[in-house]
């Protein structure tokens, strides 16, 4: 089972990403105010800030934009790069109005899929089958 998404189309994957930019764009002001503070010069500082800022703002564009594919292959659910198995899973939490599944694992890990973000209602209806389907054989 294969289905896509696009940040810009999924209310709380768009908060993630902007909230991520915000966040750096903050780190980058207090950077560049400590520089400022430290003896460096205004405009030189300003400059840097603003192209970082710049670059920041044009990656949050071309991640909200890009197109992003979820994978289900046998007993593993795939995201490049994250895997997680089917049986790592206990429970899973279904929020119809955002268009997301949380995946409740065995044990926590980085390279783990934790949430599953949907664009369409057809294809989360079809992963919640999948997800009802498997968690009833499985004792």
Not at 81 to 110: A, C, M, N, Q, Y
Not at 130 to 139: A, E, G, I, N, V
Request: charged residues 25%.
């Amino acid at each position: 089972m294969i289905w896509s998404y696009r940040a810009i189309n999924n209310p709380v994957a768009r908060r993630k990403w902007l909230y991520l930019s915000f966040a750096l764009i903050c780190v980058g002001l207090i950077y560049s105010t400590y520089k400022v503070l430290s003896g460096e010069s205004l405009i030189g500082v300003s400059l840097v800030f603003v192209f970082f800022a710049l670059m920041v703002f044009l990656y949050t564009i071309i991640t909200l934009g890009k197109i992003r594919y979820y994978i289900i292959e046998g007993d593993t659910i795939i995201y490049k790069p994250f895997k997680t198995k089917i049986e790592d899973i206990v429970d899973f939490h279904v929020d119809e109005g955002k268009k997301v599944i949380k995946l409740k694992l065995r044990s926590r890990s980085l390279f783990k899929v934790r949430t599953l973000y949907f664009e369409r209602d057809e294809d989360l209806n079809d992963v919640l089958k999948f997800l009802r389907k498997t968690f009833q054989r499985s004792p």
